[in-house]
């Protein structure tokens, strides 16, 4: 992928487990800084010098200001196709270096990664849709998922819908809504901005990502099919993502220390992710959570922020700019945690059985929110309604009630009792497509894959009747 470290996360746990069926696996990455390290052979592109377009204030305010619909889809592909032709404008030799050595097999980011769409269509090597969440709307389309889109919870959920139920006629039209209008963006204006970044490496017709994604080989997510509710699938399209990532690297001693104060009565982690800065926060974000946290001086409060600690806080209260989280999530004296509602996050919160908090902030994360609040041992904020009053019902909420600690612990339960470990399966899955040189026979793949996506999607079933109304009426 050109960029994205929250996306690259999400996919490395797969590729370390190809690593243990001798697979080479390579990152190609849009470095504008120095990164984490991500476990693998690294082809970074070295883009310093140049502004990251994702650090763009247009993202804080959308975070803090917005609501986020698929209409926001367009800065992503637009900031994702700025990347790429950067790189091929400036860094064209290591692109090419990284192209010419000789890979079998592509697995592009469903998102962002428009250059490595560039390097798998050129190639002509087979490629697999990697999807660091769930299936995106238009993508499902594109694959004939054969989806139903007006009873599928929406990836935008809007907050005015955190209540999202398929019994209701309104819930159902905005799924449809948010479906159609997520397809559109993607297979038009998200693949103009495309088509213009790989415009000196694909000429006329230029790249198409719905052929792309059509022509892909397999489509891998890492969305555990137990969190999400039961959608039609076919044989391309696989879940790895019920399992677990090892928490039982040891704590800091200064993050030990804090949390195991006998005189604590739990430990409650606030954190939002790298994107999400609390500098950049509206002023009543912060006071709204300050005002609650130095309240809770029962409990010892873990907050992640970047910066300077901020005045006032109480000696309960630990800032910190990055925080052990999965190892904080997973201690026994961990009670509450307050996140933004990604997916790793999320997961994390499943797999230490810990009742959460969600703020969410873009993306999918409202849905994530949404899911986990089904499962009953999570609650949702809506951004745009945070006070003190709000905030501290909603803490005081989980802290004193035992349902939610409950409902965590037998969720987690049923997440991980799967009849072979996903991963294990994944692997096993990835292998057979690497038996039969990256493309399975042609009898594996759905027959709507040739239909046109009027045909894919009933829309002639649909107008036939308009058609008979209109001829009957004359």
Known sequence: MDQGRSHATSINTFMHRLQKDNHTTALEFAMFHPDIDFGMEEQFIDMGGFQNPFASPDFDKIAFDEEYS?????????????????????????????????????????????????????????????????????????????????????????????????????HRVWATYDWFGSFIFTAFVGNFAQKWALRSIIPFPYFSFSEYNRRSSFSFTDMPDSLFPPASRTNDFF??????????????????????????????????????????????????????????????????????????????????????????????KTVLFLSHGGLKSTKEAICSATPTIFVPMFGEQTRNAWLIQEKGFGRIMNKFKIDEDVLGTHVNEVLLHPDYQNNANKFLTHYMDQPIPTLDEGAFKFNRLIKYGGKMPSYFYPKALNLSYFTSLNMDLILLPVFFSFLISK
């Open 70 to 170: 698929f209409i926001h889809q367009a800065v992503a592909y637009g900031f994702g196709s700025e990347t790429c032709n950067n790189i091929l404008s400036h860094r064209r030799d290591r692109f090419f270096e990284i192209l010419n050595e000789g890979w079998d097999l592509y697995m592009s980011d469903s998102l962002f990664a428009v250059c490595g769409y560039g390097m798998a269509e050129i190639s002509g090597k087979p490629h697999v849709m990697m999807h660091s969440t769930d299936l995106e709307a238009a993508q499902g389309s594109l694959k004939a998922f054969s989806r139903n889109y007006a009873t599928f919870v929406p990836s935008n959920l809007p907050f005015t819908m955190l209540d999202f139920t398929v019994s209701k006629f309104q």
């Open 239 to 332: 879940s790895f993502g019920a399992y677990c990532k090892s928490s039982h690297k040891s704590l800091d001693a200064e993050f030990k220390t804090f949390i195991e104060d006998p005189k604590s009565k739990g430990t409650i982690l606030i954190a939002f992710g790298t994107f999400v800065d609390w500098r950049k926060a509206p002023d009543h974000y912060y006071e709204a959570f300050s005002t609650v946290v130095n309240q809770l001086t029962g409990y010892r409060v873990i907050w992640s922020m970047k910066g300077d600690r901020p005045s006032g806080l109480g000696k309960h209260v630990k800032t910190a700019a990055w925080v052990p989280q999965n190892q904080i999530l997973h201690h026994n």
